[in-house]
Nanobody
Framework: QVQLVESGGGLVQAGGSLRLSCAASGRTFSSSAMGWFRQAIGKEREFVTSITWDPSRTDYYYYADSVKGRFTISRDNAKNTVYLQMNRLKPEDTAVYYC?????????????????WGQGTQVTVSS
């Protein structure tokens, strides 16, 4: 069983920054891609960003239009950890952020592509 544990959420003023981390543990972790999704109160879970996981292949990055230029996803394969650097945060970025792992290639923008999920971490951006 794979466990994903997010950390780094909190309260920040608009324009500020936060860095989320997601550590994977459990059985030998193998994934095609890791991603971040978020869910605000009263809204559906939405894609934020993802990164391919195979260090032997070219990295591919995917971003939602709403976060392009502000958020950056990165990974440390040795630590089985993926990061989400969030800059120039806006109140509309307020949500619970979830880390997810996809075991196979596919549509990385879709939540259904991902098999493993973390418990989520709250990000609140005040205006």
């Amino acid at each position: 069983q794979v466990q994903l544990v997010e950390s780094g959420g909190g309260l920040v003023q608009a324009g500020g920054s936060l860095r989320l981390s997601c550590a994977a543990s459990g059985r030998t972790f193998s994934s095609s891609a890791m991603g971040w999704f978020r869910q605000a109160i009263g809204k559906e879970r939405e894609f934020v960003t993802s990164i391919t996981w195979d260090p032997s292949r070219t990295d591919y990055y995917y971003y939602a239009d709403s976060v392009k230029g502000r958020f950056t996803i990165s990974r440390d394969n040795a630590k089985n950890t993926v990061y989400l650097q969030m800059n120039r945060l806006k109140p509309e970025d307020t949500a619970v952020y979830y880390c997810a792992g996809s075991p196979s290639n596919g549509n990385y923008y879709a939540a259904a592509q991902y098999e493993h999920w973390g418990q989520g971490t709250q990000v609140t951006v005040s205006s």
